[in-house]
């Protein structure tokens, strides 16, 4: 319990909602057509839209969005299924949108502060 506490994690924006722990990013430079984001490898505390195919930048995708179980804001998105190979890793992983989180204890950041906020570890 004393490493839960300690260990930064990311809430939902407009509710404060604890979604995801940093140790379970994957990745911290993802593109989303909104701008960047963040993939995780699981989140807690959301909820799935529809299974949809999408065809993303990397290619042809099955996804569901994501929304925050509180307040049912649309968080990201999960990747259910991916067609190409190369793709195959981001299967069962969550990206977050960057804009839509926040650090938790940390003051609602805007969409156009610069990325080092996140960068401090
Ligand atoms: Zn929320």
Redesign the pocket.
């Known amino acids: 319990m004393a490493d839960f506490m300690g260990s930064k994690a990311y809430?939902?924006?407009?509710?404060?909602?604890l979604v995801a722990f940093h140790d379970d990013i994957v990745s911290k430079d993802f593109q989303a057509t909104s701008g960047r984001a963040f993939l995780f490898s699981h989140a807690m505390n959301i909820s799935l839209g529809e299974k949809e195919d999408r065809q993303l930048l990397t290619g042809l995708h099955t996804v569901a969005d994501v929304y925050?179980?509180?307040?049912?804001?649309e968080?990201g998105w999960k990747y259910i299924k991916a067609y190409e190979e190369s793709q195959k890793y981001k299967e069962g992983k969550i990206v977050l949108e960057k804009f839509k989180i926040v650090v938790r204890g940390g003051n609602i950041i805007k969409n156009n502060i610069e990325n080092n906020y996140y960068d401090d570890d």
């Open positions: 809430c939902c924006f407009k509710c404060q909602n925050c179980s509180e307040c049912g804001e968080l």
